[in-house]
Every structure is written in C-alpha cells, then in structure tokens.
C-alpha cells in the first residue's frame, strides 16, 4: 500500500505504457487541446480553438526562425511559411466574412502541420545518414535538411494556394454581386 507522501508515490513503478507514450501524452494533452473541451457546435470554443492553433503553429515556425537565424536562406524559408501559413488562414476567414464559399486548397493547417513536424522529427535521423555539418550555398545539407526541406514545400506551397484561393474568392465575390 502507498502512503501520501513523496517518497511513497515515487516508489510506485509507473507502467510501461507510459514510458513509451510521453510524446503521445504532451501532443494530445497540451494546451492547445483545452478547446476541444467546449460544448460541441459552441462559437467560443470554434474561436479559442482557431486562436490556439494559430499561436501553437507560430511558437513552432517562430522557434526555427530564432533557431536558422545565422542562416540567411535557411531564415527566409520559415518566414515564407510563415507568411503562407497566415495567409492561407486569412484568405479562408475572409471568404467565410464576405459570405462564399472558401475554396478548397493546399497546405491548410493539419498539412502544414505534418510536413513541419516530420521535417523536425526526420532531422536526427538524417544526421545518421549525414553526419557533420555540410553546406551549400548557405542551405545545410547536415542535420538541418529534412527540416528545411519541409519548410520549403509549405512556403512554396502555402503561399500559391493563397494566392489562387484570393482570385478564386474574388470571382466568387464577382459572380455574388447582382449585374446591373
């Protein structure tokens, strides 16, 4: 039996579940999921859950900006993603404001998400591969590729989605209004 103390609870044997599944914990419970528990359908719990996603998704780009500053090309592939990361999120809430339909496109956020996440996840692994640090003209070709890799295709492509979903909401802006 255990008593209440420090010394008692730590002597417990914790499960081997839970050594093996600390990163399933942080990324189901962290802060970002306290949204999720809102009443299904309730507009303030769809607004902290958008709030909270866009703030979770900055700390990460935000995090390996401030991680590749002394890499200028390296640095500029996250402020790209960035950049589409919010405008693809713009170009959506702005169609839903003006009343059409958004359009569909890549890289929204579940995208965005997987490919930053596996970039990050895949960067240790690639170092096996390629041990040391390696460099061409200034992209790493070290531990860092994966990651700027991943970061590449949500820039390039996060940013085209935005741009035709702003002309596509245009039309649908055009064909909207009544002819006069």
């Given at each position: ?5 420090w ?80 405008m ?6 702005k ?64 940013n ?21």
């Amino acid at each position: 039996m255990y008593a209440p103390t420090w010394e008692s609870v730590s002597s417990h044997p914790l499960p081997d579940w839970y050594d093996d599944a600390k990163l399933g914990i942080l990324l189901h419970w962290g802060l970002y999921s306290v949204p999720g528990w809102a009443p299904v359908g309730a507009d303030v719990g769809e607004l902290f859950d958008a709030a909270v996603d866009r703030y979770v998704e900055y700390i990460l780009l935000a995090g390996l900006a401030v991680y590749f500053r002394g890499s200028p090309v390296a640095l500029m592939l996250c402020l790209g993603a960035v950049l589409g990361s919010f405008m693809v999120s713009y170009t959506t809430a702005k169609a839903e404001a003006l009343g059409v339909v958004p359009p569909k496109g890549a890289m929204r956020r579940a995208e965005r998400a997987v490919y930053v996440t596996c970039g990050c996840a895949l960067a240790p692994i690639w170092e096996l591969v390629m041990p040391g640090a390696h460099t061409v003209a200034s992209i790493s070709l070290g531990r860092e590729l994966p990651i700027e890799l991943a970061l590449l295709v949500v820039a390039v492509v996060a940013n085209v989605s935005a741009i035709r979903r702003t002309f596509r909401i245009a039309e649908l802006i055009r064909e909207k209004k009544p002819a006069a």
